[in-house]
């Protein structure tokens, strides 16, 4: 009895899944004929994901929420490109990313370029990035400077190497490793901080 | 290393789930924007379709009027043409001559590129007052809708009120920076209106380049020689309806003035066909009486002229001028008058059908135009001067086999000189388009003939009817 008990919700699941799956084709074909409706499912479903994508590129909240608005615009005029070859996230994430990416090449030409020296001091454990929050580390990561923020997002986030990273970013590979690595080593150094403040304040409290 | 990655892939871990509701604004501004972007390709259909209509009409209205060929009646009519004698003249029909119509070439308004692809070079951001790049940072924000322009709009009305009226524009620049109680997305706002307006007021040269269409009436003033006329083909002032077209180019010099130039091509002609079945009739000399002539109520127009036969060819009067055939088109019978003891032998040709002479003009127009109003509709009123080459000099004889090209008219001067009045209605289509109706009189200066016995100006009413592109 037990057995198919377990069968059918297995059923159920495959039921659901196919159904949720075949939901979203229909959400996207309303999208591609312009169904307002279909746009404001579409929306509602993937925005809050698609927030946290362009939060991290971002340096606050309001440049995200352009990003957001951007990419979702680009979302709906090329909607009716979409093949479903690949999963449909992952296509509109990466659209999240090249806004957030365009942002930055035209931004980073109002920005000096950072200097690049090492800071000195002991080195920190990797492991300390694995402690912390996804809200917290999302702070540390929007305060990083646009350059490291980048790379180290497309590197750590979206799993590029180092030479895509340099041709996207128009930058040489040297100057993507050395970013990154200013880059961990800025949130290791201020998750460290954030700790030792909490430590502080627990003390005093 | 690998420990780094495992950290590396905790942290993707950590963000895979997470996730944050934007704010509710975000949504409507994307549905702001997307509502922008489908009126735009509405007003750009629009633009379209008036475009194609407004060529289709011109096309349509030249047709029509080609086809009212023949529609006047021939009258009957008397001609007597004995070389002695005072004669009688005839009353023909004056009909018109078959006309291509040259296609306009559209202008399209090229699609305004986004902003966002523009890249900005780091010496102009330095020297930029409100850097273009912070500007184009919030081209977003600035596209996201109308409502926000509007509310922006009276902002910025708000403001100028409040200073003096008429605020400097470079000190308007100057001030947004130092405005207190404002955010920097308002004072990004002001500054790009600021900078449209200033725009605006650049806008007082450019150019602008049309192709039409122009539907129109020509005709001709003729006077010729006493002894010339005697013997010319008759046709009447009634001139004939043709189209005409080309393209412009025109330089805006100052805020109402503009200079216009470009290339036309127009047509200007008459065809005659003298009624011959009357032609002799009261004439006591039977010898002139040909029995082929057409029956009177046949319906089929024919013409007879008194022609001078030589070694050359055979030479006939028509108003524009002496006409020589080299030989003798087909279906064209010679009657020669033997039984007069002048000097020079009298013949005359008939023939079943018409005769037609038709130039054809190439015009370099320089003209100058003047803005009335200026909004969105414009009036201007325009005035100049045109080179005209003539370009096709051809007379026809169209009767049963077929349409005959007999040869061309004698003493034609190749550049002629015309002046040009005209009254034009321009409406913007869009940014870049408009569109213009302009009726325009085209009235040649000089006799296009050289030949002292023949004074002849062809005018020409046309609708010119186009499509005009600005930047």
């Known amino acids: 009895m037990a057995k198919y008990y377990k069968l059918g919700l297995i059923l159920i699941f495959a039921e659901h899944l196919h159904y949720k799956l075949k939901d979203l084709k229909k959400i996207i074909a309303g999208c591609a004929s312009g169904n307002i409706r279909a746009q404001e499912t579409l929306y509602h479903k993937f925005a809050p994901t698609m927030f946290g994508v362009c939060l991290r590129y971002a340096k606050d909240k309001s440049e995200a929420e352009d990003s957001l608005q951007e990419g979702f615009i680009k979302v709906f005029q090329n909607i009716g490109n979409f093949r479903h070859e690949g999963s449909f996230e992952g296509w509109m994430r990466r659209i999240m990313v090249n806004v957030s990416l365009e942002k930055y090449r035209k931004e980073q030409l109002m920005y000096p370029v950072e200097d690049m020296t090492v800071l000195e001091g002991q080195q920190i454990s990797d492991d300390i990035l694995a402690d912390i929050s996804a809200r917290e580390l999302m702070e540390l990561i929007q305060q990083l400077p646009p350059r490291y923020r980048m790379v180290f997002n497309l590197y750590v986030m979206e799993g590029m190497n180092h030479k895509e990273i340099s041709e996207e970013m128009k930058i040489s590979e040297g100057t993507s490793k050395s970013n990154l690595a200013r880059a961990r080593d800025i949130l290791k150094r201020k998750v460290k901080e954030l700790y030792r403040e909490v430590g502080k304040s627990n003390t005093t409290a | 290393m690998s420990d780094r990655l495992n950290i590396d892939k905790s942290i993707r871990d950590k963000f895979d789930n997470f996730s944050e509701a934007p704010p509710s604004h975000v949504w409507n501004n994307i549905q702001g924007q997307l509502a922008a972007q489908k009126r735009k390709k509405r007003m750009a259909y629009i633009g379209w379709i008036s475009a194609a209509a407004v060529v289709v009409f011109a096309v349509l209205a030249g047709w029509y009027l080609n086809d009212q060929k023949g529609e ?73 809708g109308e409502r926000k322009d509007y509310n922006l709009l009276d902002r910025v009305e708000a403001i100028f009120q409040v200073k003096q009226a008429d605020v400097d524009l470079a000190e308007f620049q100057k001030k947004p920076r130092r405005e207190q109680g404002l955010t920097l997305n308002d004072q990004l706002l002001i500054a790009e209106n600021a900078r449209n307006l200033k725009n605006r007021t650049k806008a007082e ?14 005709s001709h003033s003729a006077s010729h020689e006493q002894q010339y006329a005697e013997n010319i083909t008759y046709s009447g002032n009634d001139g004939n309806a043709n ?33 011959s079945r009357s032609l002799f009739r009261f004439n006591s000399n039977s010898d002139y009486m040909y029995a082929d002539v057409a029956p009177a109520n046949g319906g089929v127009e024919s013409f007879s002229n008194v022609v001078k036969l030589s070694s050359e060819g055979l030479a006939m009067n028509s108003t524009a001028g002496v006409i020589n055939m080299r030989s003798t088109p087909q279906g064209v019978v010679i009657t020669t008058n033997a039984e007069f003891a002048t000097s020079e032998a009298t013949s005359i040709i008939t023939t079943n059908g018409e005769f037609s002479q038709v130039f054809e003009f190439v015009e370099i127009p320089l003209t100058m135009r003047y803005s009335l109003l200026d909004k969105k509709f414009r009036i201007d009123v325009m005035g100049g001067l045109n080179a005209g080459v003539v370009v096709g000099n051809n007379a026809y004889i169209e009767n049963d086999f077929g349409k005959q090209n007999i040869g061309k008219t004698e003493d034609i001067s190749r550049i002629n000189f015309s002046g040009t009045v005209g009254v034009g209605v321009n409406y913007a289509l869009g940014k870049h388009l408009s569109m213009a109706v302009e009726p325009r009189l085209n009235y040649y200066i000089n006799s296009i003939n050289s030949n002292p016995y023949v004074d002849y100006r062809p005018y020409r009413v046309g609708v010119y009817t186009g499509l005009y592109y600005s930047f």
Do not use: C
């Open chain 2, 205 to 218: 040269h450019g150019w602008t380049v049309g192709a039409h269409l122009s539907p129109g009436y020509s």
């Open chain 2, 72 to 144: 006047v009646a021939p009258m009957l009519a008397e001609q007597e043409i004995v070389q002695e004698q005072k004669k009688e003249t005839t009353l023909p029909v004056a009909s018109d001559v078959a006309e291509p119509v040259k296609e306009a070439v559209l202008l399209a308004e090229k699609p305004t590129s986004e902003t966002s692809e523009q890249r900005l070079n780091v010496q102009e951001a330095a020297t930029e007052q409100l850097t273009d790049e912070e500007f184009e940072t919030y081209t977003v924000l600035l596209a996201a």
């Open chain 2, 243 to 275: 189209v005409g077209g080309g393209f412009s180019v025109q330089y805006k010099t100052g805020k109402r003035l503009r200079v216009e130039s470009g290339v036309y091509y127009s047509k200007d002609g008459q065809s005659a066909s003298n009624s």
